[in-house]
């Protein structure tokens, strides 16, 4: 459950628009090994940023009932570094709407107003569409600590929390 | 003015060359999708999502691909469909040409019937009923 790589909701708009913050700090260990010396955000990381914010926004449109799977990374690409000190947005926005199968999303990524990188993907609700295939009853991607999260983010945060 | 049969494939092959990342002249109309084009069962769902937008329509998962057909026991015998799993088949799916796939009706080799032409196929007759 540390594997998240947003701190916070700032806007949420239910199964359509969803805009995530992140604050990149140097006390965080990969930060020293990518690369010693010379600190920089790596870009997959921020991949995986875009696809949580996403991928919540899609579960979300549901009630977190489905196992939402990022099935696809449709298009990735940077335009500059993002280092320590920057506030990173997540900005997602869902294609059309989430339908019965999954939803596609189209990301765009900021530090301030610059723009950093553009990131589309695709998300699968795993047990609408590998049937055949058997998967765990319970919800292993909104699994109950995130839900717990979730809960205390909402009662605590107040104003600042969009979700 | 209804979109004619060429203007489709055009778009039809934008699409897949989108999702693909595969080349134009690699998109003809007899080109299957998994075998020649490489999709994987995932790129369907984008390929999907990609012809609702391009078309304004909507593709329910079961129209394209019947899975219902092929997981149901009166219908697949050793991993084959019997004669009312083809009929019930080829009612669902009109878009499809089945004359192969019949001959050996192993629901492995269904994936074969997916063409580029069945897609446009598809989409026509979506669109015709819009």
């Known amino acids: 459950m540390r594997w998240i790589w947003f701190d916070r909701f700032v806007e ?16 965080e260990d990969h930060l020293h090994d990518h690369f010693p010396g010379y600190p920089i955000m790596p870009h997959s990381l921020m991949i995986e940023g875009m696809a949580q914010t996403a991928g919540i926004l899609v579960g979300e449109a549901r009630g977190f009932s489905e196992k ?23 900005q ?15 990301g765009r990524i900021f530090v301030g107003e610059e723009p950093v990188g553009e990131v589309d993907l695709v998300f699968s609700h795993i ?13 292993f991607v909104f699994t109950g600590e995130f839900q717990a999260l979730l809960k205390t983010y909402r009662q605590q945060g107040g104003a600042k929390v969009a979700l | 003015m209804p979109m004619s049969k060429d203007e489709i494939f055009d778009k039809v092959r934008a699409t897949l060359v989108d ?10 109309a007899d080109a299957t999708v998994m075998g020649d084009l490489g999709a994987e069962s995932i790129d369907f769902l984008d390929i999907v999502f990609r012809l609702e937008k391009t078309f304004g329509i909507k593709i329910p998962q079961e129209e394209l691909m ?12 050793d991993k084959k469909l019997n004669a009312a799993g083809l009929a019930a088949l080829k009612k669902a799916m009109p878009h499809a040409d089945l004359t ?29 009923s819009k």
């Open chain 1, 12 to 27: 949420f708009e239910s199964g359509k628009r969803a805009v995530a913050v992140k604050n990149v700090t140097l006390a």
């Open chain 1, 68 to 90: 939402v799977i990022l099935a696809k990374v449709k298009r990735a690409e940077f335009f500059t570094l993002v280092r320590p000190g920057d506030t990173i947005r997540y």
């Open chain 1, 92 to 106: 997602a926005t869902v294609d059309g709407e989430v339908t019965a199968s999954g939803a596609s999303t189209t």
């Open chain 1, 127 to 139: 047990d609408k569409n590998m049937s055949g295939l058997e998967f765990p009853e319970e919800n």
């Open chain 2, 19 to 28: 999702a693909l990342s595969v080349d134009d002249d690699d998109v003809r």
């Open chain 2, 66 to 77: 019947p899975r219902d057909i092929l997981q149901n026991p009166d219908y697949v015998v």
């Open chain 2, 100 to 128: 192969n796939f019949e001959k050996s009706p192993e629901i492995d080799r269904l994936a074969e019937v997916f063409t580029v032409g069945a897609i446009v196929k598809f989409i026509e007759a979506k669109l015709a």
